[in-house]
């Protein structure tokens, strides 16, 4: 029972504007076969991205748990310059943007990744947080594009500190335990749902999805292209719920990532419970590599830069395309790693075989190495992204 999988089988059987190339499905497998053996698949390679934790510590939760809260929507506007951030005198963007202001953030000694903090900050607060100069005066020289949909990210990052409190808070009275007149902001973390999830990410993304509004990532199917199902006309049993769940996945993939499997990233059900993570960079990528087929009327949309309403058909026959896709690749290339072993057992099903070797092989780590892929052959990768306005990704 995989929520994310069934949906995104649903819409692969019901889509009309996007499909998956299968035999681009087996060229991607055995290629990605051939860069696993050279140790891109490796876990420890999270920590070496510069601007991520290098420790697997109580402040990286904190810091995964806050960055994976507002790690949504840095496209660029086409009418806005693109927003940047400078960090130790160099600019980054997109994703590393965000990573970068609050690495700058805490160096300034802002305590931003403590929900206490979190759960009273303001909007400006959090113009101050994600300017582009490190220097202020340097801010003011110009005309600078303000951090994208700033208003929902403030919005969203104090209801993730309120709420991760009152988690806390609940569970403490749960256990009985006396509680102090000043409860120390330390006692607040993340980590404290880790632990009651018991070492399952079913039951960790559950509680996730549960707890956090921004990271409950569903939708309503319809077939209708531009038109998202209108939930106001109350009550349907006709309707189907489907589930993406990209934040709240990768909250948990870069908690498992960040502790190499081991402690507070030890879980023992990731390799069927976590998939690809549906965003608008890896579609990108899936489509360059002729995974993913977009019909003319697509493409037509998304190169005159459309931005496609949020949760409307298009949009989830691209993300449910993309999940089943990676899903695809996934199982091809253990099952081709197999026949090279050779295990003559090819049930697409058989998920015994997740680790390979000396390193794992799931829908994350394939996800981790495209997302990469697509950054690095970014001159090269011109196809289009979908753009939408959402807080889920």
Same mark, same amino acid.
């Given at each position: 029972?995989?929520?994310?999988?069934?949906?995104?089988?649903?819409?692969?059987?019901?889509?009309?504007?996007?499909?998956?190339?299968?035999?681009?499905?087996?060229?991607?497998?055995?290629?990605?076969?051939?860069?696993?053996?050279?140790?891109?698949?490796?876990?420890?390679?999270?920590?070496?991205?510069?601007?991520?934790?290098?420790?697997?510590?109580?402040?990286?939760?904190?810091?995964?748990?806050?960055?994976?809260?507002?790690?949504?929507?840095?496209?660029?506007?086409?009418?806005?310059?693109?927003?940047?951030?400078?960090?130790?005198?160099?600019?980054?963007?997109?994703?590393?943007?965000?990573?970068?202001?609050?690495?700058?953030?805490?160096?300034?000694?802002?305590?931003?990744?403590?929900?206490?903090?979190?759960?009273?900050?303001?909007?400006?607060?959090?113009?101050?947080?994600?300017?582009?100069?490190?220097?202020?005066?340097?801010?003011?020289?110009?005309?600078?594009?303000?951090?994208?949909?700033?208003?929902?990210?403030?919005?969203?990052?104090?209801?993730?500190?309120?709420?991760?409190?009152?988690?806390?808070?609940?569970?403490?009275?749960?256990?009985?335990?006396?509680?102090?007149?000043?409860?120390?902001?330390?006692?607040?973390?993340?980590?404290?749902?880790?632990?009651?999830?018991?070492?399952?990410?079913?039951?960790?993304?559950?509680?996730?999805?549960?707890?956090?509004?921004?990271?409950?990532?569903?939708?309503?199917?319809?077939?209708?292209?531009?038109?998202?199902?209108?939930?106001?006309?109350?009550?349907?049993?006709?309707?189907?719920?489907?589930?993406?769940?990209?934040?709240?996945?990768?909250?948990?993939?870069?908690?498992?990532?960040?502790?190499?499997?081991?402690?507070?990233?030890?879980?023992?059900?990731?390799?069927?419970?976590?998939?690809?993570?549906?965003?608008?960079?890896?579609?990108?990528?899936?489509?360059?590599?002729?995974?993913?087929?977009?019909?003319?009327?697509?493409? *037509?949309?998304? !190169? %005159?830069?459309?931005?496609?309403?949020?949760?409307? &058909?298009?949009?989830?026959?691209? +993300?449910? /395309? @993309? #999940?089943?896709?990676?899903?695809?690749?996934?199982?091809?290339?253990?099952?081709?790693?197999?026949?090279? *072993?050779?295990? !003559? %057992?090819?049930?697409?099903?058989?998920?015994?075989? &997740?680790?390979?070797?000396?390193? +794992?092989? /799931? @829908? #994350?780590?394939?996800?981790?190495?495209?997302?990469?892929?697509?950054?690095?052959?970014?001159?090269?990768?011109?196809?289009?992204?979908?753009?939408?306005?959402?807080?889920?990704?």
């Amino acid at each position: 029972d995989n929520k994310v999988l069934d949906s995104a089988l649903f819409i692969n059987e019901r889509s009309k504007n996007v499909s998956i190339n299968e035999e681009a499905v087996k060229r991607v497998a055995i290629k990605l076969n051939k860069v696993r053996e050279k140790g891109s698949f490796e876990l420890k390679r999270w920590k070496e991205h510069y601007l991520n934790p290098s420790e697997a510590n109580m402040e990286a939760i904190d810091w995964i748990f806050l960055v994976d809260t507002l790690n949504f929507s840095f496209w660029q506007r086409e009418e806005e310059k693109p927003y940047y951030v400078v960090y130790k005198g160099k600019e980054y963007k997109g994703y590393w943007s965000l990573c970068a202001a609050i690495n700058r953030a805490l160096d300034e000694g802002i305590p931003f990744t403590k929900p206490t903090y979190m759960a009273n900050i303001t909007r400006e607060q959090m113009k101050y947080i994600f300017r582009t100069y490190e220097n202020e005066e340097e801010n003011n020289k110009e005309e600078l594009t303000e951090c994208p949909m700033l208003e929902i990210r403030t919005k969203v990052v104090k209801e993730a500190g309120e709420n991760l409190i009152e988690y806390v808070k609940k569970m403490r009275k749960q256990q009985k335990e006396e509680e102090q007149e000043v409860e120390q902001e330390e006692s607040y973390s993340f980590a404290t749902m880790i632990e009651k999830a018991n070492k399952s990410s079913k039951q960790l993304l559950e509680m996730i999805v549960e707890s956090f509004s921004s990271y409950n990532d569903e939708a309503i199917w319809t077939e209708t292209i531009l038109q998202p199902y209108n939930e106001e006309e109350g009550p349907n049993e006709d309707i189907v719920r489907v589930q993406f769940y990209k934040r709240a996945q990768i909250l948990i993939a870069d908690i498992w990532a960040c502790f190499e499997g081991k402690s507070y990233g030890e879980f023992n059900d990731i390799d069927e419970v976590i998939t690809m993570f549906a965003d608008y960079r890896v579609p990108q990528v899936l489509c360059y590599l002729e995974v993913l087929d977009y019909s003319d009327l697509l493409l *037509e949309y998304l !190169n %005159n830069v459309t931005i496609l309403p949020t949760k409307c &058909n298009l949009e989830m026959e691209i +993300r449910g /395309n @993309s #999940i089943w896709s990676v899903e695809l690749i996934r199982r091809e290339m253990i099952r081709l790693q197999c026949q090279e *072993e050779g295990n !003559n %057992n090819n049930n697409d099903d058989n998920d015994d075989d &997740n680790e390979i070797g000396k390193e +794992r092989l /799931n @829908s #994350i780590m394939i996800d981790f190495y495209l997302w990469d892929y697509a950054k690095e052959q970014s001159d090269k990768i011109k196809n289009p992204i979908h753009k939408t306005e959402t807080w889920f990704y």
